[in-house]
């Protein structure tokens, strides 16, 4: 019989699989990033606990451009400065993805919020802009010119804060408490360029980050970087403290919210 496809993998398979993955050179991005002071009480509204606000209520946008031989990708990430306990660090609230294989190991393995979106990186020149788009709608735009070249920052480590989840069976919240994950970065930069510039924030009912009005541009460049994760599980959360939030990961809330109908099979 021919070899069914959706049966068990060896032992081998497994091991190779993992090896692979395991081996991966260094994946260099060109990305733009954007950091704002917002209004201090709209970046603590959106901190499910056990997460803080920390003493500047700061938003970043990442927008990017990989360039992987034969599946080119555009990553995008919205966050907010964020505490837990003595450790800093940023929540995404949302993180678009060109590609379906970028969205799926990120949030079934690390509660990623992420969702398939459009991306722009584009240069001509000195000038430059970046978009993140779902539905249609540019909801984070961010240009400019570059101005000045930067000296190239030490490696650095930066860490995510997400919560992973599966939502009831009955709909009626989740499966299992949620569990706090902490993803640590270790960042490299080649180059880093400062932009003059804006960002322009439009109303979307699925991604509403206008809600985070950029009061104070902090500073906004261009650069090309590689990173490498890893994260780990730091606490489970209560349940009924986080079911308010998870609205932020769908676009249709009430697709958690509602049980199955009767009869359903």
Not at 83 to 90: D, L, P
Request: negative net charge; charged residues 25%; glycine residues 8%.
């Amino acid at each position: 019989m021919a070899r069914v496809r959706y049966g068990a993998r060896t032992e081998a398979e497994i091991a190779a699989a993992r090896t692979a993955s395991s081996k991966l050179p260094d994946i260099w991005s060109t990305g733009v990033v954007a950091v704002w002071e917002s209004d201090p009480d709209a970046v603590a509204a959106v901190l499910p606990p056990p997460l803080k606000p920390t003493s500047r209520p700061l938003v970043r946008v990442n927008i990017s451009k990989v360039d992987l031989p034969g599946y080119p990708l555009g990553a995008g990430s919205v966050a907010v400065a964020a505490e837990h306990g003595a450790v800093a660090g940023w929540y995404p609230l949302v993180m678009p993805m060109t590609h379906e294989r970028a969205l799926i190991g990120g949030r079934e393995v690390f509660g990623e919020p992420k969702k398939l979106g459009d991306v722009t990186v584009e240069r001509d020149g000195l000038v430059v802009r970046a978009a993140l788009a779902r539905h249609g709608i540019e909801f984070v735009e961010v240009r400019g010119a570059v101005s000045e070249s930067l000296a190239v920052p030490e490696p650095s480590q930066k860490t995510d804060f997400y919560f992973k989840f599966l939502p009831a069976v009955d709909g009626s919240g989740f499966d299992a408490d949620p569990v706090l994950v902490h993803c640590v970065r270790n960042e490299k930069v080649r180059k880093l360029e400062r932009i003059t510039g804006d960002v322009v924030l439009r109303e979307s009912m699925y991604d509403p980050i206008a809600d985070l009005p950029v009061r104070t541009l902090v500073e906004i460049t261009i650069g090309e970087k590689t990173t490498d994760q890893s994260g780990k599980v730091v606490e489970r959360v209560s349940a009924q403290a986080l079911l308010p939030y998870i609205h932020q990961r769908y676009d249709d809330p009430q697709q958690i919210l509602d049980g199955p109908p009767e009869g359903s099979v």
